[in-house]
């Protein structure tokens, strides 16, 4: 990244510590702990028994028994599953395990307090930037990784924003003391901001960011068809760099075509960010002529041009399942069924939970809304896991409960859908997670106020 990024990026992180300092000393016990405390990788087998087991691809499994070693699923059945010589066996009896839930869109690890621009490194200057990536910039101690694992999200795309190519997602597993031990795939997308067809005529920026709005002084903005124009082009000089480079030609590195070489192969897709129809025709069409594996992020009209995903195989992240309505023609659950509406018309999607940081951990609830609004729970729950991961690329990974899959999981008191269940323990590879956060930290100290300042009985 550049290097007023980098400065931004050691001034958050001084401002991070003494905030965290200043914690430890006004909350008792919370020098020692923080809100969590990363834990070693696992050491010994470890044995669920009696579970509920919701694989998510090979169906539920009652009383269930999953074994995991060295951070991988080595076992899973029912009762009869054998045990390791010197496992761990835990007895889950009565409660339900699902795979960690895996959210496609977040900036979890990259902002921390909106207020605060240190706190925040999403975006870079300029309109190109496809060799950002999102990992490096990770803060390991973000409070908001402790409070998007207690809602049972285990695993999240890190994405960088701004410009019109923004740079590379990453898939973080969240635990870890850096961004390295975190990391599961550094490059795992390439983010394109489709321009907006209308916004020269509301006289603003795109709504998939394209650079159609002028600034004070600045040059005057730029037609639809010429930001379609440059991004053509930057995939164009990409693919010659590409060539040149493998047919042996002596030339000079350029860290930003090199970084696009993968999306060009289709080793990863292309997250096309479009909300508009018109936005997500042209970029379908711009798609094919590039020969690039591509995914919708955003898809508020998705709807419209349901058919057309559906027949070229195009999936979706929907980030705004949870949005009141924009628009006088719409209806009030107009976002709220847009999921089930794309699932009758066989078109795949995954749910977001909104790029903010602050918004991943309510992922399992945007899924939650759309069941209510017509989408069968299995499929809620498979936008959420196993096809957020194979869009991703990391469906090898997790996403579902198989053998040889991470031990990334769930044990709860029911459906992670549902607000009213509770994510009891968490492992993710393996790990037994500590399940503290900043909102139970504060949760405990408040109620040992109340506790501390209650009026004392009087005995007569």
């Known amino acids: 990244m550049r290097t007023m990024t980098t400065i931004a990026r050691s001034a958050?992180?001084?401002?991070?510590?003494?905030?965290?300092?200043?914690?430890?000393?006004?909350?008792?016990?919370?020098?020692?702990?923080?809100?969590?405390?990363?834990?070693?990788?696992?050491?010994?087998?470890?044995?669920?028994?009696?579970?509920?087991?919701?694989?998510?691809?090979?169906?539920?499994?009652?009383?269930?028994?999953?074994?995991?070693?060295r951070g991988k699923i080595t076992a899973i059945g029912g009762a009869d599953v054998a045990v390791p010589r010197a496992a761990r066996v835990v007895d889950v009896s009565g409660k339900h395990i699902y795979p960690g839930l895996v959210d496609a869109y977040s900036t979890v690890g990259i902002t921390e307090i909106g207020a605060v621009d240190v706190s925040n490194d999403i975006r870079e200057i300029g309109d190109f930037n496809p060799n950002v990536r999102a990992e490096v910039a990770v803060n390991a101690e973000s409070r908001h990784i402790g409070t998007t694992r207690?809602?049972?999200?285990?695993?999240?795309?890190?994405?960088?924003?701004?410009?019109?190519?923004s740079g590379l997602s990453s898939a973080l597993s969240l635990e870890g003391w850096t961004w390295e031990e975190m990391s599961m795939k550094g490059a795992a997308a390439l983010n394109v901001n489709w321009p907006d067809p209308n916004a020269q005529a509301r006289g603003g920026r795109g709504g998939g960011g394209g650079p159609g709005g002028r600034g004070a002084g600045g040059p005057p903005p730029k037609s639809?068809?010429?930001?379609?124009?440059?991004?053509?082009?930057?995939?164009?000089?990409?693919?010659?760099?590409?060539?040149?480079?493998?047919?042996?030609?002596?030339?000079?590195?350029?860290?930003?075509?090199?970084?696009?070489?993968?999306?060009?192969?289709?080793?990863?897709?292309?997250?096309?960010?479009?909300?508009?129809?018109?936005?997500?025709?042209?970029?379908?069409?711009?798609?094919?002529?590039?020969?690039?594996?591509?995914?919708?992020?955003?898809?508020?009209?998705?709807?419209?041009?349901?058919?057309?995903?559906?027949?070229?195989?195009?999936?979706?992240?929907?980030?705004?399942?949870?949005?009141?309505?924009?628009?006088?023609?719409?209806?009030?659950?107009?976002?709220?069924?847009?999921?089930?509406?794309?699932?009758?018309?066989?078109?795949?999607?995954?749910?977001?939970?909104?790029?903010?940081?602050?918004?991943?951990?309510?992922?399992?609830?945007?899924?939650?809304?759309?069941?209510?609004?017509?989408?069968?729970?299995?499929?809620?729950?498979?936008?959420?896991?196993?096809?957020?991961?194979?869009f991703m690329g990391i469906a090898d990974k997790v996403g579902s409960l198989e053998v040889g899959k991470e031990a990334t999981l769930l044990i709860t008191t029911g459906t992670p859908l549902d607000m009213t269940s509770d994510i009891l323990q968490s492992y993710i590879q393996g790990r037994e997670i500590n399940m503290m956060d900043i909102h139970k930290l504060f949760f405990q100290k408040y109620m040992e106020k109340i506790k501390q300042q209650a009026p004392k009985a009087v005995v007569p």
């Open 224 to 390: 639809y068809a010429e930001q379609v124009q440059q991004i053509k082009d930057w995939f164009g000089e990409a693919r010659a760099y590409r060539d040149a480079v493998k047919s042996g030609q002596d030339v000079r590195t350029d860290s930003r075509y090199a970084a696009m070489i993968p999306a060009l192969d289709g080793a990863i897709p292309v997250v096309v960010a479009a909300e508009g129809a018109a936005q997500i025709n042209d970029a379908i069409t711009w798609a094919k002529a590039e020969g690039v594996k591509m995914v919708i992020r955003g898809g508020r009209d998705a709807l419209f041009v349901a058919d057309r995903l559906k027949a070229e195989g195009v999936p979706v992240i929907l980030t705004s399942t949870m949005s009141a309505p924009d628009r006088e023609y719409e209806g009030y659950d107009g976002a709220y069924a847009t999921p089930g509406k794309l699932h009758a018309a066989g078109v795949k999607f995954a749910i977001a939970g909104g790029s903010g940081g602050l918004y991943s951990y309510r992922l399992p609830w945007e899924a939650g809304v759309a069941v209510a609004f017509g989408l069968p729970e299995e499929e809620a729950l498979k936008a959420v896991t196993i096809n957020a991961a194979q």
């Open 150 to 165: 207690s809602a049972g999200v285990l695993v999240a795309f890190s994405t960088p924003d701004g410009g019109v190519i």
């Open 12 to 69: 958050r992180r001084a401002l991070l510590a003494s905030a965290a300092a200043t914690a430890g000393l006004l909350v008792p016990g919370a020098a020692g702990a923080q809100e969590r405390m990363t834990v070693p990788p696992q050491a010994l087998p470890v044995v669920l028994r009696g579970a509920t087991i919701h694989t998510v691809t090979n169906g539920t499994i009652t009383n269930g028994t999953i074994v995991f070693e």
